[in-house]
Structures are given as C-alpha cells and as structure tokens.
C-alpha cells in the first residue's frame, strides 16, 4: 500500500470521526447512576434527565448500578467506550474519599475519567432523637465529649460515617457506629430511637423532623442551604471548622473526544439550571449548580487531598 494511499484512509477515518463528533448525539445516552431506584441520587437524575433529554434531542436512558460503595457504577462508566454515549452520575466521595478508603479500587478515579461539571449540592442534616437532650450541634458535641461510647449513630452509607466521625473527633469524643443497608432502616430505627444521632440528606429526615419524631440541629455544610435558610450550620453552632460539603457531578470515561464533553457540558450545566428543574428538586432540598469540566476537577482534587489527611487521621476504614 502507497504511502498516499495509507495518507488518504486516515484523512478519511479522521474525517468520519469529526462529522460523529459534530452529530452527537445521534442514539440514546445512556447515565450510570449508581444507586437504586427511587433513592436520592437516583431521583435528582431522573428529574433532569427529560430536560437533558430535549436539549440533546435523544433519549436518555437512566441505568442503575447500585453497590460496593458506588464502585460498581464507577467501574461501568470506566470500563465504557469513550464515545459520549455512557455518561457517569457521581457522588462525590466517590472522587474524594474513595481512593483513601478503599486499598483497591477497580479504577483509576483520576485517570479513569473525564470530568464534565459539579451538577448538584446536596445538603446533609444533623438529626437526633428526640430523647437527646441537646437543641444545637455545639450541645450535641459537648455531650459527646462528656459522654463518650453513651450515643449510638446510625450510618446508611461511607459519607454518613466519614461525616459522622469527623464530627465527633470535632467534638472531641465518640459515639458507637451502628451501619445499615441504606437510609430507610436507619431512619426507621433513629425515629425508634435504637441509635440516637445520624447524619443524613435533609430530604430523607424532614417529613420526620416536621412531623416532633426526630429533632435537626443543623446542616454540615459549610453554608446554609437555601431550601432551609433556617437551620444554621454545625460551625454556626459553636463547632467551628467542620464543614462537609455532599455534592455530585458528572462524568464520561477517560478519552472522550474534547469536543463531546463540551457539548455534554454546555447542555448539562442548561438542564440543571432549568426553572423546572430548580422546583423539583427544591423539595428536596437540592441545589442545582453547574461548573466547568476544569471546576470539577479542582474541587475534586482539593477535596481529595483534605480527606485522605482526615481519613487516615481518624482511622476510619470501609467495611
């Protein structure tokens, strides 16, 4: 074969990948989410799938892939051809705390993905049982420390308990883990009162807080959230210094054509941000944000670093 002739199948190869480029997308696009069905994350996905869905003019098809600390989903999206038309859900911790946590992960969460934009704050609530004596986080933390071992915590997922233990190391003492399979038992046994503190999203223990069967004290981020301007953060209570930020993004698998993921961006960041959208989650106490792929890296990368310094501190392992 002629060298012109070798010159002209890859003109024609490179020529053939930039009209796909240009025409993306052209089938359905299908989010790995990975959580089940009907949880949290699973619902805030749902609902800005229909506007990103009219704004790339495909069907998005919403895969679930639940278990092993999110890394099933994570391993799919990896694992995934790197054409645009597998697209990654991501928890936060995920990026953050799972590469400290884990001694193997079955991917490189640096090198294995593509960033594309922050879609999501997701705030977290501090709640007790009603039988605590203690209406702040800071009463809540000095009870902790004069106490210590006497309060059990409940924990549905690793966030809960990275958050959990890094506010009673804040407090200076300790409280007894008790793990679930997910929030719904551990909310079910917090409002029995079988554990007396637990850390989950504010949408998961509200109805219960509204209806006197549990009591919240604060928010671990470290802003107030907009949906409960009202309930101010653990720092604001008198524990200064924590703050624990739940968030989630977006992601494609690494060699994604750089044109892809900006079009992925441009048209994620706008379905988020949609009026509709806001509403629907407002319930729920999510923030819908956007970033910049280069955003989402620095965030996860500076949050990285923090973590791996507080997890190996406070010896805190994944089961």
Known sequence: MSSKTIFAFAAAGLLCAAIAHAQYPNRPVRIVVPSSAGGGTDIIARIVAPRLSERLGQQIVIDNRPGAGTMIGGEVVAKAPPDGYTVGYAIGSALTMNPTLYAKLPYDPVKDF??????????????????????????????????????????????????????????????????????????????????????????TVLPHVQAGKLRALAVTDGRRSKAFPDLPTVAETGVPGYAFNNWHAILLPAGTPKEIVAKLNEEIVKAARHPDVAAKVAPLGVEMVGSTPEELQKRANTEREHWAKQIKALNIKAE
């Not at 966030?159 to 793990?179: C, H, I, L, N, Y």
């Open 114 to 203: 593509v960033p594309v934009s922050v879609i999501a704050n997701v705030p977290l609530a501090l709640v007790v049982h009603p039988s605590v004596d203690s209406k702040t986080a800071k009463e809540l933390a000095d009870y902790i420390k004069a106490n210590p071992g006497k309060l059990f915590y409940g924990q549905a997922n690793i966030v809960a308990k990275v958050a959990t233990e890094a506010f009673s190391a804040a407090a200076g003492g300790k409280m007894v883990e008790v793990p679930y399979k997910g929030s719904t038992p551990n909310v079910q046994d917090l409002v029995l009162g079988r554990v007396q503190v637990s850390i989950e999203p504010v949408a």
